[in-house]
């Protein structure tokens, strides 16, 4: 295993260091092992959604005995352990080298952490005891509800689920898809996002985010949506219609008009979290094809793998291209830390934007090393390759992160210009001088 953390560990806090000893130590040797056990269990068919490993049962108890529970929730919350986001973010790196039993052993897989944090961060104390608190004990699974199938949801400002007040309830109508964890038969609750002010001038303030019990009459789970043929059951991505679904009134979360200030609290940390889970994931990825190009059996034209050019150079690029999304990844966290998610939305948009699309590029490269293997279940990598590529649409694709980060430095063109302006005049006036002499 790497340990090119780029951050030196002992300056952290002691917490942190007993903490990601005990993290590092879980997922080597307790996840990892357990995978082929996991899909064991997982099942056949139909079986798959109805079922949960006992050997993730396990993990979590042992996870939970070890103090490595809930860790994402940072130190402006009560219920968190008290993790900056940069401590948090090495910690993600080490789930992410078990991506699909690591996170959620440790009650700290997606969607739910976002989840936890909008309740923690908006509900009130209501819901945060019906929510947050068996959400917090991993008694229950979470799902939100945002992306819509009938509009270019990328801007939310498209979204058209209607959300109307009626008496003392509001009553919700739609179609969402790509809603991760609703097939989950422990997904207890929806955060669902949807127009309660349509005709409001500031787009900004039309929408609005309601709790939505997943056993409300009216919910109707259509489909899980494949991602290149993958379902991910038992949690889903899903197609969901709300028609004519009721809920009380104090389901609303914050207030009405809230809905978009509550998606920047919620996406600005947990983009961090993908994409350091991400890294972790690439980091397996290149021990994978370390070990397969120096297998004495993989030998071709009379040499091992890695005695061909075209190997080293993509282990070489591999190696570049992971440090260099790290130290991007380590940096938005650390300037959430230092400025809110808010004021870190340029590092954040760099990072999300990066990440992905060299997760994808480093295990292509493995995959083409372990030949046609690579694309059979006899390995993790074509599935992890499948999400590599759905995170360059998840929590935005990459073109809005881009477009937001060109905006942000357009913003420096006038004093750019400024400075130019102040130098040339300053250089001007000095050939002055120099011409007299």
Known sequence: MACNTLVDITKLSPKFQELYAKAKDFVENDCIPAEPVWHEQMGLGDQRWKVIPPVLEGLKKKARSLGLWNLFLGRDYQEGAGLTNLEYALIAELTGRCPHIAPE?????????????????????????????PLLQGKIRSAFAMTEKRVASSDATNIETH????????????????????????????????????NNKNPHRQQSIVIVPADTPGITVVRPMQVFGYDDAPEGHCEIIFKDVRVPAENMVLGEGRGFEIIQGRLGPGRIHHCMRSIGMAERGLDYMLARVT???????????YEHGTIVSDIAQS??????????????????????AKGAMKEIGMAKAIVPKMLGTVLDRAIQAHGAGGLSQDFPLAKWYAGSRTLRFADGPDEVHIAQIGKVELRRANDVKATFEKRDKTSQELLKKQSKL
């Open 295 to 305: 297998d004495p059996s993989r030998r071709t034209f009379g040499k091992y793998l």
């Open 163 to 198: 959300i109307q007040k009626v008496g003392n309830e509001y009553v919700i109508n739609g179609l969402k898809w790509w809603i991760s964890g609703a097939g989950d038969p422990r997904c207890a609750v929806y955060l669902v996002m949807g127009k309660t002010d349509p």
């Open 105 to 133: 052993a440790m009650n700290c897989s997606a969607p739910d952490t976002g989840n936890m944090e909008v309740f923690a961060k908006y509900g009130s104390p209501a819901q945060k005891k019906k929510w947050l608190e």
């Open 319 to 340: 190696r570049m291209e992971i440090d260099q999304a790290r130290f991007m990844v380590l940096n938005a966290a650390k300037r959430i830390d230092e400025v809110k």
